[in-house]
């Protein structure tokens, strides 16, 4: 399964949030991505900075992968394609982990786990708090057994 780095952070950071994941307006699979990982962290997949398996079904994906979406909370408006790349390839590189890099999602978290607290400097979309999305993030990494409770 190809996935974001990001897009797993996402996942991770509202499962420790509680959120409740079903389908969404958009048609993307997040829900379906999101039950397959958090049911298995030893799911191998491959980390992309592209489109992915969230991205399946999505009303604002192209046919040759492209998103057309853009975030329109941002001053100025910028390409999610655009913004999505950018995070990813600094998370990949943050995380010392080469694209296309084929790994489990325990293997990814446990990486990610050792960034913790520090990564949600990088992860957290402008005007949203940092402190929250470690928060989340950190109590995922708990629930999933990647991170003691300490």
Known sequence: MKLRPHHILDIVTGYGQG????????????????????????IKIKLVAGADAVCQGCKHLL???QCVDVLHQLDPPVSKQEYNDTLDYRLLDYLNINHDTVMTIREYLK???RKVPGIERICTHPKRDQKERLNGLTKGLINLGIRSDS
């Open 19 to 42: 959120v409740e994941y079903k389908p969404h307006p958009y048609g993307h699979s997040q829900h379906i991505v999101a039950k397959a990982i958090l049911s298995d962290v030893d």
């Open 63 to 65: 046919p040759d992968g």
């Open 111 to 113: 990486s990610v786990n």
